[in-house]
């Protein structure tokens, strides 16, 4: 990715909001496999220091920044071992072994310390959390360099979803769908998947995050897919929801509803709306046309008022998206958590801003957790229309998920081209 770092570092520390504190951001050590092995699981540098660095492979790497000297970078030093088996380079920075007298120079400052715990230094809790909050808030508007990988991205991700339309049929497995899916993004540019590919068949479409199996869909399943491409750690993150073979007219009903609600959530993705409004929004729409279905009964908002929309709609209507699959999701500086428990699953709760870059993913499933527990049965006996719910067990779910960049009017839809239809394309 084409990053000047030190202009982006120069960007970022006046919204630190330090005064005289050291600020540390450690990349992290290499983990090792569980077994007694000399193999190591795949390194993921910290990403609140990947976006200060842009250095992937800097395991035990610090970034540090005091007010009165500037940003300096210290990396490890490349052993003749790393080189002879990794084929590694020494990269630039300041060899890690003169941190300690670095920071010894400071001795007796505040110290606010991200990303990884850098061993032995002991941190302010409390002006961590406060830097972090803001440090989060300066990262979430997207720069022009970001945005051009997740187009990138998002075009790899296309391909991949245009090579398996022909596949959406019944006796697809999900394995294959996977294995097909994933190839293409890699024949596009993509290093790997933004996340473990979610796909689901029938009953499994309800299974947020499950991993793709041997099982094989029949003929009128729905076929869930949550996938998306990576490149140098920036993802796309996008579901689509298919038929194998034809639909009933219930599912194509909640298909369009699902669809429906993902129009005007999209729609209201504009510069100083409220995120938890269009959460709540997308919740009024859902169960709308779920009451239009004759599956819940009464309002929709005193239904959601009840909380009886977790029955069906039971996460959050997205997220940020970049650097990640939650990128710098969170909380508005200076709010706490909403402790309502809809909301327990609400991964961000903030105004929304042009440069941001979102997900919307409303979406309706039959959860037999959720449905047969007689707590809830109980509790929403007079909400729903059980014996129509319990026909639906096994049916799955549908979700349609976008990525958004948020502009001054209308947002763009970075996902638009990848086929959106009950009907593979
Ligand atoms: N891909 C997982 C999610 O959307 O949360
Ligand atoms: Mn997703
Ligand atoms: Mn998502």
Not at 190 to 212: E, K, M, R, W
Request: proline share 6%; net charge neutral.
């Amino acid at each position: 990715m084409n990053v000047d770092y030190v202009a982006r570092r120069a960007r970022i520390a006046p919204a630190l909001g330090l005064t005289d504190e050291i600020f540390l951001v450690g990349a992290g050590d290499p983990l090792a496999k569980p077994e007694i092995s000399d193999a190591m699981l795949p390194f993921i540098a910290h990403q609140e220091y990947y976006y200060l660095t842009g250095l992937a492979d800097a395991s035990g790497g610090i970034i540090a920044y005091d007010p009165a000297s500037g940003w300096i970078s210290f990396v490890p030093t490349v052993t003749e071992t790393e080189q002879i088996w990794e084929g590694r380079q020494q990269l630039p920075g300041e060899p890690l072994a003169k941190f300690p007298a670095w920071l010894g120079a400071r001795a007796g400052r505040r110290v606010v310390m991200l990303g990884a715990p850098v061993a032995g230094v002991r941190s302010d809790a409390a002006r961590t959390a406060a830097v972090r909050a803001a440090y989060q808030h300066a990262r979430r508007p997207k720069e022009l360099a970001e945005i051009n990988l997740m187009r990138r991205c998002a075009s790899a991700t296309t391909a991949g979803y245009a090579a398996i339309q022909s596949l959406l049929r019944p006796g697809v497995s999900e394995r294959r769908l996977q294995i097909e899916l994933e190839a293409e993004y890699f024949r596009h540019g993509a290093q790997v998947t933004g996340y473990d590919s979610i796909i689901g068949s029938g009953p499994n479409a309800a299974v947020f995050h499950g991993a793709p199996s041997a099982r094989v869909a029949q003929a009128g399943e729905f076929i869930l897919i949550d996938s998306g491409a990576q490149l140098d750690r920036y993802v796309i993150d996008v579901t689509r929801t298919y038929i194998a073979g034809e639909p009933s007219a219930f599912q194509r009903d909640l298909y369009q509803n699902v669809l429906n609600a993902e129009w005007r959530a999209i729609d209201r993705c504009r510069p100083g709306a409220e995120w938890r409004d269009i959460h709540f929004g997308a919740a009024v729409d859902l169960i709308d046309g779920l009451i239009t279905m004759g599956l819940m009964k009464g309002s929709a908002t005193s239904l959601i008022e009840q909380e009886a929309h977790m029955l069906f709609f039971p996460h959050g209507i997205g997220h940020m998206l970049g650097l990640g699959v939650r990128d710098a999701s969170g909380l508005e500086p200076g709010r706490t958590k909403d402790p309502r428990p809809c909301l327990a699953s609400l991964r961000q709760d903030l105004i929304v801003r042009a440069g941001y870059i979102v997900t919307i993913e409303p979406g309706l499933y039959f959860i037999p957790a959720l449905l047969n527990d007689p707590v809830r049965r109980k509790k929403y006996r007079d909400c729903v229309n059980w014996p129509l719910a319990d026909k639906c067990l096994g049916l799955g779910g549908v979700r349609l998920e976008d990525n958004l960049l948020i502009t001054a009017t209308a947002p763009e839809n970075l996902t638009a081209a990848i086929p959106k239809t009950l009907i593979p394309a």
